[in-house]
């Protein structure tokens, strides 16, 4: 099940946060848990809303005001899409350092351990040794070289 799927209604998602509806729908209207609605309007929490609920009810027991619950889950979004971002980002970046050309060289010690050298830089053979160097080559699809 996907935390953002909407699939609890009120009555479901007031059970399992241990509220009343009502509670719900005072912080629906106020902004502080938006659950997503039906084409009839009816309202749809998700995984990720019941948490908020428990932690707006958290946070309401150790006497913290409905307008600075509402701050604490709007820092809390914020810092969720911002991981979310950063995750997307690193992916990204790590796309483009794995498919850019010439990016990557790697060695092969005596021992058969593959070694990521920097770019430019070759691999100290040691005596008798070989070295085997593999540069990567521009690819029209965005796979990893198959092994043979």
């Known amino acids: 099940m996907e935390e953002m799927e909407h699939l609890f209604s009120i009555s479901a998602a007031a059970q399992l946060a241990g509220m009343h509806p009502q509670t719900l729908r005072q912080y629906d209207r106020i902004g502080l848990v938006q659950p997503q609605r039906t084409a009839g309007r009816s309202r749809r929490y998700s995984l990720r809303d019941i948490v908020q609920l428990r932690e707006v009810q958290r946070l309401s027991n150790a006497g913290v005001s409905l307008e600075g619950i509402r701050r604490v889950i709007d820092l809390e979004n914020q810092v969720h899409a911002l991981q979310s ?3 997307e980002l690193e992916a990204a970046l790590d796309d483009a350092l794995i498919y850019r050309p010439g990016a990557r060289t790697f060695a092969a010690g005596t021992a058969g351990e593959i070694i990521t050298l920097d770019q430019g830089r070759r691999r100290v053979q040691a005596a008798g ?3 085997v160097v593999w540069h990567p ?8 070289p198959a092994d043979d």
């Open 85 to 87: 971002r950063v995750t």
């Open 129 to 131: 040794g070989e070295l």
């Open 137 to 144: 080559v521009r690819r029209s699809s965005r796979q990893l």
